[in-house]
């Protein structure tokens, strides 16, 4: 079901908005890929039986963030630079021949390209992992503009990676609309100043942090929701409310 927020009292952009987009989830079907690798990665070390229920508290949360608190619940001693190396390398392993792009979220980017907005992403991934996704998938010359969290001093939920998405583009934060998957991508873009679209990672009927679609409080700060995720995303209905908020 399409959720409709209150408007919120940002001060309206009186540029064409800029748009930042969220990568995994959010553009590119990519989330289980990083969970094979998270899974590899920490049987590479001795941890066995990682499941995905256990992977998905972490959807939304930089690799890098991911990975040091892993590191200290299992006891790991590699260094997390030495994990981040080996992890990254077998998610670029499954994204370059595997990834995929949301149907309904290609052709937002393609109408936003097409009408002159400022397009950007803003992830939690690697440099690497954006790149790869971006290319694999063929969005690479829509979306010029990234930001990887390895480039700011904080991942999401802080606002860093969108703040500096809209340094980039020239934009003010008030100028911006951030497309998110995420609680903490939801909760980046409201401390960033910027309205937001979420479109919730939803897998049977939940969301990562436990909520039945996305009527819960994790997604309130948006602008605009589209609770059943991706299923229910539509490119027309999110451009047409992206055009309005100008």
């Known amino acids: 079901m399409l959720v409709p927020m209150t408007p919120r009292t940002t001060p309206r952009a009186s540029r064409t908005p800029a748009v930042l987009f969220d990568l995994d989830g959010t553009l590119v079907d990519s989330e289980p890929h990083y969970y094979e690798a998270g899974r590899l990665t920490l049987e590479r070390y001795g941890v066995t039986g990682f499941t995905w229920e256990q992977h998905s508290r972490f959807i ?21 630079d030495e994990l981040l190396a080996v992890k990254n390398r077998h998610y670029l392993e499954l994204v370059t021949t595997s990834a995929t792009a949301f149907p309904q979220m290609r052709a937002f980017v393609e109408r936003l390209h097409t009408a002159g907005h400022p397009l950007a992403v803003a992830s939690g991934s690697s440099r690497a992992a954006i790149e790869a996704a971006l290319e694999a998938t063929g969005l690479g010359s829509l ?43 939801v909760e980046a873009a409201h401390r960033a ?35 059943g995720g991706q299923r229910e995303f539509d490119a027309q209905i999110a451009y047409d409310w992206v055009a309005q908020s100008n």
């Open 143 to 185: 979306l010029a503009v990234r930001v990887s969290a390895e480039e700011v001093g904080r991942g999401k939920p802080e606002p860093d990676v969108f703040l500096e998405a809209a340094r980039l583009l020239g934009a003010a934060p008030a100028e911006c609309v951030v497309v998110e998957d995420s609680a903490p991508g």
């Open 193 to 227: 100043g910027m309205r937001c679209i979420a479109v919730p990672y939803v897998t049977d009927g939940q969301t990562p942090d436990g909520d039945a679609g996305a009527g819960g409080a994790a997604f309130a700060s948006a602008g605009l929701v589209f609770a």
């Open 60 to 80: 939304g949360i930089g690799t890098r963030e991911t990975l040091e608190t892993l590191r200290a619940e299992y006891g790991i001693d590699a260094p997390v």
